[in-house]
């Protein structure tokens, strides 16, 4: 372990699957984890740092420290079938293409874009010549909110083991969001004033240069209707020197002034999964800084298992970040892609660890809101177990969705111990039923073929709805019989 100070004057330093055998811990792994490490990572993204590495992980606990299971690719993440298949061809001396086929395979096969990314939740421009064309590197899902993908921001400074966005670090190229304008985000933007809230993610945004995201936010604060700026990110526990002694870590900072002195909030969406990452001096100082430009800070994570699978981690997490000054935001439910079958839990079991970390903490701690599932209708919040007219039900409510007129309108679900997620839930009762939309309800706003560049391509009249990304198709709708 190294300290503090020596912790922030170091240079970042990524371990990939190329030079993770140098580090002097890869050595005290067990050999069975040493394989696992280097078979998931063949399929699924592998990157940590140095920081985290040393400063992070705790090795008298591997394998079940959490750090390490949320940066090192673990052997359950596949399953057995492929795993053996790809260990197979790892064994066997495989020729790096055909490993890299069977890798596309099985990735593929793990609903690489959830909730209708690619095809419900593009938005489109209106141009001068009465064509549309779609705005890539854009997803409009909710009416206030924008998200925007700059294109140098697509990496991170890890990778976390259950990121519901790997699809985009492993090369499924047809998949990736990226948008090398902020021309069109600003023409979009002057089309539809209802959006106020612009979130940059990734990624990671924070990732580049600050002169280079400067390029993309300063624009966007000319835009009167726009009235905050997030930034998701993961820096602040990945690598809080972004903050703090990185070269331009002072220019990230004038650039946060520069928002927030335009008149703009700048709410910076920290990415913490575990109290350990608010721990180190040098994440307590980034926290400090970043308020200090008059940007607050936010606190979000999903539950996940083997991860933070534990109230008092999350109530330590939430405590710590507003003796800081942070504010606990969101506990989300694990996304329905990837590797979720290591890392989900059953819904009723979040909704268990969610309460015994609230009732740990104080009203400054109780902004927070959860645990919630970034499901296809929108933001559904699991409000608990209950009994309605005799039966056991889940209670739930969305706290966004694509439909504004179903925010906050309690419904239920039958309870069911196993279900992970929105979509292995049954309406209660009749009236429940509106709120259980498929995408196939929904009219996509893009068509999406699979293959390259399946409709990266310009105008699309033929392809898009015409509307606003994703609202219900109303003939549709009206079928449903509330
Ligand atoms: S920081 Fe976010 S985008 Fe990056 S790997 Fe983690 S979950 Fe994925």
Not at 129 to 155: A, I, M, N, W
Not at 227 to 245: D, L
Not at 267 to 290: D, K, L, Q
Not at 382 to 411: T, Y
Request: hydrophobic share 35%.
């Amino acid at each position: 372990m190294t300290t503090d100070k020596s912790a922030a004057n170091e240079r970042y330093r990524a371990i990939t699957r190329n030079n993770i055998s140098k580090l002097p811990q890869w050595e005290t792994l067990d050999p069975e984890l040493r394989e696992a490490v280097e078979v998931v990572s063949a399929v699924l993204p592998f990157r940590t740092n140095a920081y985290v590495v040393d400063r992070l992980i705790d090795w008298d606990k591997v394998p079940d420290d959490p750090m390490f299971q949320l940066t090192f690719p673990q052997r359950g993440m596949l399953n057995e079938d492929d795993y053996r298949a790809v260990r197979k061809m790892i064994r066997d001396g495989a020729d790096k293409k055909e490993i890299e086929r069977e890798a596309n395979r099985i990735r593929l096969s793990l609903n690489p874009h959830p909730a209708g990314q690619m095809t419900h939740n593009v938005p489109t421009i209106a141009l001068d010549d009465g064509t549309v064309e779609p705005v890539q590197g854009v997803q409009h899902k909710y009416r206030e909110t924008l998200l925007f993908f700059p294109s140098h921001g697509q990496t991170c400074h890890a990778y976390c083991t259950f990121c519901f966005r790997w699809a985009q670090f492993v090369g499924l190229e047809d998949l990736r969001f990226a948008n090398k304008e902020a021309d069109q985000l600003v023409a979009y933007l002057k089309q539809h004033p209802e959006v106020t809230d612009v979130l940059f993610t990734g990624g990671d945004p924070m990732i580049m240069k600050s002169k280079v995201l400067r390029q993309y936010i300063e624009p966007v604060l000319a835009v009167e209707s726009v009235k905050t700026v997030r930034i998701g990110t993961k820096s602040v526990a990945y690598w809080p020197q972004r903050f703090v002694t990185d070269n331009d870590a002072d220019d990230a900072l004038r650039l946060f002034e520069d928002v927030t002195n335009a008149g703009k909030q700048l709410a910076i969406m920290g990415h913490y999964n575990h109290p350990v990452e608010i721990s180190t001096g040098v994440a307590e100082e980034a926290v400090r800084r970043i308020r200090s430009t008059g940007a607050n800070v936010r606190m979000q994570s999903p539950l996940i298992r083997h991860i933070n699978d534990d109230a008092n981690a999350w109530a330590e997490l939430w405590s710590r970040g507003v003796r800081l000054g942070a504010i606990p935001y969101y506990m989300f439910v694990e996304r329905d892609t990837g590797a979720r079958s290591y890392f989900e839990l059953p819904l009723a079991k979040c909704w268990e660890i969610f309460r015994k970390a609230y009732q740990q903490v104080s009203g400054m701690g109780r902004t927070v809101r959860g645990p919630s599932m970034s499901c296809f209708p929108g933001k559904c919040h699991v409000l608990g177990v209950s009994e309605v007219a005799g039966q056991k039900a889940f209670v739930l409510e969305f706290l966004q969705a694509r439909d504004p007129d179903l925010v906050r309108r309690p419904f239920f679900a039958k309870f069911d111990p196993t279900a992970t997620w929105y979509d292995q839930l049954q309406p209660l009762t009749a009236s429940d039923r509106k709120f259980f939309i498929k995408p196939e309800q929904v009219r996509p706003t893009v068509e999406v073929t699979v293959g390259r560049d399946a409709d990266r391509s310009g105008h699309t009249n033929g392809h898009t709805n015409g509307r606003h990304a994703g609202v219900p198709d109303e003939a549709l709708r009206s079928q449903d019989p509330q």
